[in-house]
């Protein structure tokens, strides 16, 4: 289940887990298909993560994709807009470029780099224990076609104050992990509903390019 050699170092992610959800058609493209299926990966903490993947019918060449079997996943992470209730909605997903099976028992695997330009104000903040946190939105922007991918990524303590100061447009690099979460949303009816959220657990950051803010940038956040 091969690919091609990977060149776009800036975006690449690799898993090793066991698929958790069955492989399912998700769309075709010029007479291509592609499915969808997910992965369960193990933290050190004994908790787990589910991630979407998808997957081209070339890559497979004919294999199946298997509940319960252990997979290691070569690819990038991406996003795409789809569009719920006449909202649209940011979906992310790992794009497999290579899938191997693994036969001998293993660590799991969930590492992502990315390189990409903040396209967002940075969101920081501390929880009630004074954790400090910070989200951002990174642009990914993919080779040799005008697309780019919208990455959720989270910080934690020193990165998350430093990526704090940086203003949008600023290229920067990271490492981490998938992540997935579980909350819980209130509908307008006012019942509840739990929903899984996705984003980059960043383990490291370094600047490539610093975007100085211009004044209207400086004004408004002296005004906010």
């Not at 075709?28 to 969808?36: A, L, R, V």
């Not at 009630?128 to 922007?141: Q, T």
Request: proline share 4%; charged share 25%; hydrophobic share 30%.
């Amino acid at each position: 289940m091969n690919y091609t050699n990977l060149n776009e170092e800036n975006n690449t992610a690799t898993l090793v887990g066991k698929v958790c959800e069955e492989a399912k058609l998700s769309h075709e493209i010029e007479g291509e298909k592609f499915y969808e299926f997910k992965m369960q990966v193990d933290r050190l903490s004994k908790a787990s993560d589910t991630i979407p993947v998808t997957v081209s019918e070339r890559t497979l060449l004919g294999e199946e994709i298997k509940v319960g079997q252990t997979l290691k996943i070569v690819g990038q992470y991406r996003s795409y807009n789809k569009v719920f209730d006449e909202k649209s909605k940011l979906i992310l997903h790992l794009f497999a470029k290579e899938i191997t099976p693994v036969m001998e028992i293993c660590e799991d695997v969930n590492e992502v780099k990315l390189s990409g330009f903040i396209c967002k104000q940075p969101v920081y903040r501390k929880t009630p224990f004074g954790r400090e946190i910070c989200d951002i939105l990174l642009a990914v922007n993919r080779p040799n076609c005008h697309k780019s991918d919208y990455i959720p990524c989270i910080l934690w303590g020193r990165n998350a104050r430093f990526v704090s100061q940086q203003s949008i447009g600023s290229k920067i690099e990271i490492s981490g992990r998938i992540q997935s979460r579980e909350y819980t949303k209130t509908l307008p009816d006012g019942q509840t509903t739990i929903k899984t959220a996705y984003e980059v657990s960043t383990q490291t950051v370094s600047l490539v390019l610093q975007k100085m803010p211009q004044k209207n940038d400086e004004k408004s956040a002296v005004n906010s």
